[in-house]
């Protein structure tokens, strides 16, 4: 078991595991006010992260995200495009507030890259002043981004379940986890895991990356109907889909700490269906409960999932053809961001 600094909260899961502390399942009304949309009821002693769209009011949304949302972990992305300055007042608000960030090399180059050594190289490269400029940070983990799901990529390697795909996952993790470890420091360093949105991507185990633990992206989507407030916990979270994705991680990497990346979109936000239906539950009523019960389905059933980082506090991103704002977002949308009007197609 990993001993972490105080830069990193502790590696624990839900109930007890040998000689880890046992915890409760968050359950229940949200901090603060009952308005509040968020996944964490309070204080779990497992990771309650979230991803965040920079505003300018960084110490303002911070603050917002740990005191009403009971959110500790803060993923951003792209911050090796960072100013120092920049950093550093992120980096010191965090800490100012007992929070941590979730720092993600995520950036690659799409027209060369097909994992092979030199493509590691080149992550590490880009990334390699951000890792120096974070290591006595507040850092929760690195998170190491296995592009599998672009095409581009899938096309140089003859499609993403070709046994040339598998190979080179393997042993491209195995390099950049090795390239990266000398600047981790006592950070741990996660690996992705994509079983597709589908669930057909036939990923082959990472275990012998040498990687402390693994973030594992796995979204609900409807079934037949786009599930209303008041459906059962198993459709409004999709359980099946999400436990054969979160079995299939903890099977190919046993032992291991997983993280779970994942969001939920309302229907309501929109006039007609939209293209992306990840996440899609039918309002924000509906919404409220599928946060407390993905919480709950990962804590009750998955000791080895140690947390979870929602898509995302205050993200609302235009997706599909037409385009459409998707209200992930914990927050309520900013004044500029448009929305969809009766017969706007």
Known sequence: ?????????????????????????????????????????????WIQGATWSPTADVR?????????????????????TWSRSRLDEFFTALASLRMRAVVRLEAYDPATFAFRPEDAAEVLDRHRELLTYVRDKPVAYLALNMPVDDPRVQARLGGVNSELSARRQVAYAKELVALVRPYAGPVPVFVGLFYGWDGSYRIPSYRDSGA?????????????????????????????????????????????????????????????????????????????????????????????????????????KEEGDPPRTLDY???????????PTPGDR
């Open 60 to 80: 303002g949304d911070l603050r917002r995200m740990r005191d009403g949302h009971a959110i500790d972990t803060v993923n951003v992305y792209g911050l090796e």
């Open 212 to 316: 402390d633990g693994y973030v594992l992206t796995s979204y609900s989507y409807p079934g037949g109907r786009v599930p209303p407030a008041g459906s059962s916990a198993e459709e409004l979270i999709d359980a099946p889909r999400l436990r054969s994705a979160a079995d299939r991680a903890v099977a190919a990497q046993p032992g291991a700490p997983i993280v779970v990346e994942y969001g939920f979109q309302t229907l309501a936000a929109h006039d007609a269906m939209p293209d992306q239906t990840a996440g899609l539950v039918a309002d924000v009523t509906a919404k409220r409960a599928a946060l407390h019960a993905t919480t709950h389905f990962y804590c009750s059933r998955y000791p080895a999932v140690i947390g979870t980082t929602y898509f995302g506090y205050n993200v609302f």
């Open 329 to 339: 977002g914990l927050t309520k949308p900013p004044p500029e961001t448009p929305r």
């Open 1 to 45: 078991m990993l001993t972490l600094t105080l830069a990193v909260l502790p590696l624990t899961a839900c109930g007890s595991d040998g000689d880890r502390p046992a915890r409760a399942c968050p359950a229940g009304t949200p901090i603060g006010s009952s308005a509040a949309l968020t996944p964490y009821p309070g204080p779990a002693g």
